[in-house]
């Protein structure tokens, strides 16, 4: 929630150029990530909105080098952590990055843990493999990343199985795996889609507190855009594998330039806002075999025109790290 | 004043506990422990909270899939559970239901027209081109277009999906339709489509819809009465206008606070820690007092368990701590 102005001062830490993740299949390529490109500056918290099927989750795969093989592959772009190039890595290299440097919690406490092993011992693994510390040493770190997501009586916890916790705890757990190792950047994708709505809050407070006192980076996926508002700092809104419009978050609350993105925003009932109806995009996104030519969202554009049909509309800079794509900005 | 078409009435229903070969459950869960509501026609009663407060359970009693361990239900005056042959047919008519996630209700071997002319087939015995007909309508109903009824489920999205459950459920015409969870499996801008699409019919049908969600935006944008559920019990139930304006139990104004709002400025508040209450061993007096941050260590609310009452016009709620209204006007 820090203004724009205080932001931009702070140094990029992640530069995401035209990246481009395809699916290989049999009926043809399908471009889930089709030339993404967006920043994040320390200590910021940068939401990924966007439908399912838009390409958050694939994204942020592609940031991990975790897109499933076979099948699919990278095919284009850069991603600069820092001062390195994270896909001109070896494998063995990237594991330094990934787990350590950039950490990531997943949508499903329950399949991001492993039923068999203790909480003590899964939240350990980071703090030996990454830390390389032993003993009452790395015992001492788990403890500290279990007090820190304020998990109760840590101690017993340790030794017990996942399944002993509930789905709020689950995730907290998971969270203090990710953050056990202080990484610069956190990728959360959708990590409270499957919690209560009390437990939700406490979370996202939780992850909030967090992420200040460390001043950890924070890429938030989520298709909720409350979460966004009252989470990031900044936006980027994925329609069919690209990011249509990014922007600082009140601004673009405010005065959002896409259609697509005003759209969005008015399809969502607000709490004390009484409309008996709700804005409607009519149809639904595209098929991503087959997007189709010009800007991927025109057939279910209110103000259409006709070079929309033919080009991709270029990047639109509105301020700031603010763009759009889209011919009316352009205009 | 507008009819109550539904009514239910001190319902319970409890659950034999987790059990294996060797022993049976001696606990019980406590899934739903004496809640009261009415569905007036037309409108739409919202039923709100979290996992495992008993808002399915109530809709599984109302749709005959489960009986009801004490209290009763009456739809239009009659009890539902004493109903038999052509009485209970005329109800299974008149309440349908609309699932939560359309990739499971729907027979993925059944063509889009069989699976919406099943019911018009059996309870309407129609065949031939007027039960074509009639499915070609309410394909319209919904929004699908007629060359879709050869269609089978898997090529349509989601959101088309509901539309295809929405018109099974209306095929037969019904007066009450239960919806559990309906756009919570759906993408934001489809959601809208469904949302405008259900009170579109409701306007067109006169129908009454028992909405089961755990989105408070959406429940504020459906319904005309709401009922907050903790743990098997309602803790408030309100005109909607009332609820939402005038909160009165801790556990609603906490729901409330906790909903992340889609505007920057309206910074969300967590006003409770600690975890949903278990309905096997739940707290004793008020069941939420735990959690509560009106709670201060007072025995009553520990030992005792609040009373159901009208605090207000139309307005009830069950907490220790809020002050009746109804009273104070009394006294003055």
Redesign the interface.
């Given at each position: 929630?820090t203004n724009s102005s205080a932001q931009q001062e702070k140094s990029v830490l992640l530069d995401v150029k035209d990246l481009q993740t395809h699916f290989f299949q049999r009926r043809g390529v399908l471009k889930a990530v089709d030339g993404v490109s967006f920043t994040v500056r320390e200590g910021e918290a940068v939401g990924l909105v966007g439908?399912?099927g838009s390409g958050k989750t694939m994204t942020c795969l592609s940031l991990m080098r975790l897109v499933p093989r076979p099948g699919s592959r990278i095919v284009g772009g850069e991603i600069w952590f820092r001062d390195q190039n994270l896909l001109e890595l070896t494998d063995a290299e990237m594991r330094e990055y990934r787990g350590h440097r950039i950490a990531m919690i997943m949508q499903d406490p329950q399949t991001s843990l492993n039923p068999v092993f203790t909480i003590g011992d899964q939240v350990m693994e980071p703090v030996k493999l990454h830390l390389k510390q032993r003993g009452a040493q790395a015992l001492e770190r788990v403890l500290e990343a279990l007090r820190s997501v304020r998990i109760p009586g840590p101690e017993d916890r340790l030794r017990q199985y996942p399944h002993q916790f509930?789905g709020?705890?689950r995730q907290r757990v998971v969270a203090a795996m990710g953050l056990s190792t202080n990484p610069e950047l956190l990728i959360a994708d959708e990590p409270t889609t499957s919690l209560?709505?009390?437990?939700?809050?406490?979370f996202?407070?939780l992850i909030r507190g967090l992420q200040r006192e460390h001043q950890t980076s924070v890429i938030w996926v989520t298709?909720?855009?409350?979460?966004?508002?009252?989470?990031c700092d900044r936006v980027n809104v994925m329609y069919a594998g690209r990011i249509v419009e990014s922007g600082e978050?009140?601004k673009l609350?405010k005065e959002p330039q896409h259609p697509y993105t005003k759209?969005?925003?008015e399809?969502?009932?607000?709490?004390?806002n009484?409309?008996?109806?709700?804005?409607?995009?009519?149809g639904?996104?595209p098929d991503l075999r087959s997007i189709p030519t010009g800007c991927p969202f025109w057939p279910r554009c209110p103000s259409v025109m006709d070079i929309c049909k033919e080009q991709y509309p270029p990047t639109t800079h509105t301020g700031g790290d603010d763009f759009v794509h889209c011919w009316l900005a352009e205009k | 004043m507008p009819e109550a078409l539904l009514e239910v009435e001190g319902l319970v229903k409890h659950f034999p506990g987790p059990s294996n070969i060797l022993q049976r459950s001696s606990v019980v869960v406590r899934a739903v422990d004496g809640v009261s509501l009415s569905v007036d026609e037309g409108t739409t009663f919202a039923l709100v909270g979290?996992?495992g407060c008993g808002k399915t359970t109530i809709a599984k009693n109302v749709l005959l899939l489960e009986r009801p361990t004490r209290g009763e239900i009456r739809f239009e005056g009659e009890n539902i559970h004493q109903l038999k042959g052509r009485e209970l047919r005329e109800y299974k008519r008149s309440v349908q239901a609309v699932f939560q996630d359309p990739y499971s209700s729907l027979n993925p071997r059944m063509q889009v027209r069989d699976i919406i002319g099943e019911p018009l087939r059996v309870h309407e015995r129609l065949g031939g081109r007027r039960l074509q007909t009639r499915v070609g309508e309410l394909l319209e109903n919904v929004g699908l277009n007629t060359v879709t009824g050869g269609f089978f489920p898997h090529q349509f999205?989601g959101?088309?999906r509901q539309r295809i459950a929405i018109a099974r459920a209306l095929a037969l015409r019904p007066k009450l339709i239960v919806l559990d969870e309906p756009v919570s499996g759906l993408?934001?801008?489809?959601?809208?489509?469904i949302?405008?699409l259900l009170?579109d019919l409701q306007e067109e049908f006169g129908l009454s819809y028992l909405l089961i969600s755990?989105d408070?935006?959406?429940v504020?944008?459906m319904s005309h009465q709401v009922g907050v559920m903790y743990v098997g019990k309602m803790v408030e139930l309100a005109q909607k206008d009332e609820m939402?304006s005038d909160t009165q139990h801790p556990y609603t104004k906490?729901?409330?606070?906790?909903?992340?709002?889609?505007?920057?400025?309206i910074?969300?508040s967590?006003t409770?820690?600690g975890?949903?209450a278990s309905p096997i061993n739940p707290p004793t007096g008020c069941r939420f007092h735990p959690r509560c941050p009106d709670y201060q260590e007072s025995a009553i609310c520990r030992e005792q368990d609040p009373e159901w009452r009208e605090i207000a016009g139309q307005h009830w709620t069950a907490c220790h701590k809020v002050d009746s209204k109804m009273d104070s006007a009394v006294h003055q």
């Amino acid at each position: 929630m820090t203004n724009s102005s205080a932001q931009q001062e702070k140094s990029v830490l992640l530069d995401v150029k035209d990246l481009q993740t395809h699916f290989f299949q049999r009926r043809g390529v399908l471009k889930a990530v089709d030339g993404v490109s967006f920043t994040v500056r320390e200590g910021e918290a940068v939401g990924l909105v966007g439908e399912s099927g838009s390409g958050k989750t694939m994204t942020c795969l592609s940031l991990m080098r975790l897109v499933p093989r076979p099948g699919s592959r990278i095919v284009g772009g850069e991603i600069w952590f820092r001062d390195q190039n994270l896909l001109e890595l070896t494998d063995a290299e990237m594991r330094e990055y990934r787990g350590h440097r950039i950490a990531m919690i997943m949508q499903d406490p329950q399949t991001s843990l492993n039923p068999v092993f203790t909480i003590g011992d899964q939240v350990m693994e980071p703090v030996k493999l990454h830390l390389k510390q032993r003993g009452a040493q790395a015992l001492e770190r788990v403890l500290e990343a279990l007090r820190s997501v304020r998990i109760p009586g840590p101690e017993d916890r340790l030794r017990q199985y996942p399944h002993q916790f509930s789905g709020g705890m689950r995730q907290r757990v998971v969270a203090a795996m990710g953050l056990s190792t202080n990484p610069e950047l956190l990728i959360a994708d959708e990590p409270t889609t499957s919690l209560d709505v009390t437990i939700q809050a406490q979370f996202l407070d939780l992850i909030r507190g967090l992420q200040r006192e460390h001043q950890t980076s924070v890429i938030w996926v989520t298709h909720d855009l409350g979460i966004v508002a009252q989470m990031c700092d900044r936006v980027n809104v994925m329609y069919a594998g690209r990011i249509v419009e990014s922007g600082e978050v009140r601004k673009l609350y405010k005065e959002p330039q896409h259609p697509y993105t005003k759209a969005l925003l008015e399809s969502v009932p607000i709490m004390g806002n009484r409309r008996r109806r709700l804005y409607q995009i009519d149809g639904q996104p595209p098929d991503l075999r087959s997007i189709p030519t010009g800007c991927p969202f025109w057939p279910r554009c209110p103000s259409v025109m006709d070079i929309c049909k033919e080009q991709y509309p270029p990047t639109t800079h509105t301020g700031g790290d603010d763009f759009v794509h889209c011919w009316l900005a352009e205009k | 004043m507008p009819e109550a078409l539904l009514e239910v009435e001190g319902l319970v229903k409890h659950f034999p506990g987790p059990s294996n070969i060797l022993q049976r459950s001696s606990v019980v869960v406590r899934a739903v422990d004496g809640v009261s509501l009415s569905v007036d026609e037309g409108t739409t009663f919202a039923l709100v909270g979290e996992s495992g407060c008993g808002k399915t359970t109530i809709a599984k009693n109302v749709l005959l899939l489960e009986r009801p361990t004490r209290g009763e239900i009456r739809f239009e005056g009659e009890n539902i559970h004493q109903l038999k042959g052509r009485e209970l047919r005329e109800y299974k008519r008149s309440v349908q239901a609309v699932f939560q996630d359309p990739y499971s209700s729907l027979n993925p071997r059944m063509q889009v027209r069989d699976i919406i002319g099943e019911p018009l087939r059996v309870h309407e015995r129609l065949g031939g081109r007027r039960l074509q007909t009639r499915v070609g309508e309410l394909l319209e109903n919904v929004g699908l277009n007629t060359v879709t009824g050869g269609f089978f489920p898997h090529q349509f999205s989601g959101g088309q999906r509901q539309r295809i459950a929405i018109a099974r459920a209306l095929a037969l015409r019904p007066k009450l339709i239960v919806l559990d969870e309906p756009v919570s499996g759906l993408d934001v801008s489809i959601r809208a489509q469904i949302l405008n699409l259900l009170v579109d019919l409701q306007e067109e049908f006169g129908l009454s819809y028992l909405l089961i969600s755990h989105d408070l935006a959406i429940v504020e944008h459906m319904s005309h009465q709401v009922g907050v559920m903790y743990v098997g019990k309602m803790v408030e139930l309100a005109q909607k206008d009332e609820m939402y304006s005038d909160t009165q139990h801790p556990y609603t104004k906490a729901l409330l606070s906790a909903v992340p709002r889609p505007d920057p400025d309206i910074p969300m508040s967590i006003t409770i820690s600690g975890e949903v209450a278990s309905p096997i061993n739940p707290p004793t007096g008020c069941r939420f007092h735990p959690r509560c941050p009106d709670y201060q260590e007072s025995a009553i609310c520990r030992e005792q368990d609040p009373e159901w009452r009208e605090i207000a016009g139309q307005h009830w709620t069950a907490c220790h701590k809020v002050d009746s209204k109804m009273d104070s006007a009394v006294h003055q």
